[in-house]
């Protein structure tokens, strides 16, 4: 079993940063991949980033080159740093964890999930 808390969300105004975290405890693995995801009320969960243990990493086109996701492998904590950010990036935001090597962008394709953080941009 894997534990993953995150951590970082708030309310920002629109242009603002926030940089969240995700703590991964438990079975954690060196072979691994962490995901964030984002989800509104209503519609499905989205993927915004990912990176495995050897920090290869990929990116949702909605993101890239607003979010940067980054890995501290001793401390098995994952970062989301959020730049630019716009009223349409409010959201609950989500980590993942699953035991691969690979990027994966898939919801299902990730097995432990935290209990999420909202985020709110304001116009």
């Known amino acids: 079993q894997v534990y993953l808390a995150e951590s970082g969300g708030g309310l920002v105004q629109a242009g603002g940063s926030l940089r969240l975290s995700c703590a991964a405890s438990g079975r954690t693995f060196s072979s691994s991949v962490m995901g964030w995801f984002r989800q509104v009320p209503g519609k499905e969960r989205e993927f915004l980033a990912t990176?495995?243990?050897?920090?290869?990493?990929m990116y949702a086109n909605s993101v890239k080159g607003r979010f940067t996701i980054s890995r501290d492998n001793a401390k098995n904590t994952v970062y989301l740093q959020m730049n630019s950010l716009k009223p349409e990036d409010t959201a609950v935001y989500y980590c993942?964890?699953?035991?691969?090597?690979?990027?994966?962008?898939?919801?299902?394709?990730?097995?432990?999930w935290g209990q999420g953080t909202q985020v709110s941009v304001s116009s």
């Open positions: 993942a964890y699953n035991y691969y090597d690979n990027p994966r962008t898939r919801e299902s394709e990730y097995d432990y």
């Open positions: 990176i495995t243990w050897s920090q290869r990493t």
